[in-house]
């Protein structure tokens, strides 16, 4: 993760994270309501964001940035990618609440695929989100992906067992837009 470029866009950047990131990011892994339909329940203090940055940063299959403002270094959310097969990634994302509204995360995400697509050649990214998860459903289809399915009863999470759409994105369809 050393390596890893720093990605820019119009108005955002997204480094490497770090453990140091875990302040700014409790924002978020902090929050009820915007853990609802994260994989695992909001983080009781500062502490527990910190252990769980530093559990994914040293994992080789994800790589994940944080997003940042240009002109100011503190992250205000995160985006990550996991090859799942070759030359198909799983991406995810999270945004504090106080940055929500701005078009942050879809151009963080857009960037990432900018990466994955033009720039590393991966033919396939998808996501998945809870079916209730209207911000993060919106948010893909407008960004071009395709409802690829429902799979029930996926994910044992904090609020139970709940179902996932499967969104996915190809390559040619992200050149051509």
């Known amino acids: 993760m ?13 480094r490497p994270q770090r453990i140091g990131d875990a302040e700014a990011l409790f924002e978020a892994y902090g929050d009820a309501e915007l853990m609802h339909y994260w994989s695992s329940g909001p983080h009781a203090d500062v502490v527990d964001t910190r252990d769980y940055l530093a559990a994914r940063l040293d994992k080789s299959d994800w790589r994940g940035w944080a997003i ?6 503190r992250a205000i959310g995160t985006v990550a990618a996991g090859e ?10 999270m945004l504090v609440r106080s940055a929500w509204g701005h078009g942050y995360a879809r151009e963080a995400v857009s960037r990432v695929i900018d990466l994955l697509v033009r ?13 209730d998860n209207a911000a993060s459903n919106a948010l893909l289809a407008s960004l071009g992906f395709h409802r690829e399915g429902l799979l029930r009863a996926e994910w044992e999470t904090h609020i139970g067992v709940r ?3 499967a969104w996915g994105l190809l390559a040619d369809e992200w050149t051509s837009r």
């Open 2 to 14: 050393a390596g890893e470029p720093i990605l820019e866009s119009a108005r955002l950047r997204l």
């Open 119 to 131: 720039e590393e050649g991966h033919r396939k990214i998808f996501a998945d989100t809870d079916p």
């Open 163 to 165: 179902d996932t759409v």
């Open 84 to 93: 799942r097969r070759s030359g198909v990634t799983e991406i995810g994302y």
């Open 68 to 73: 940042t403002l240009t002109d100011d270094d």
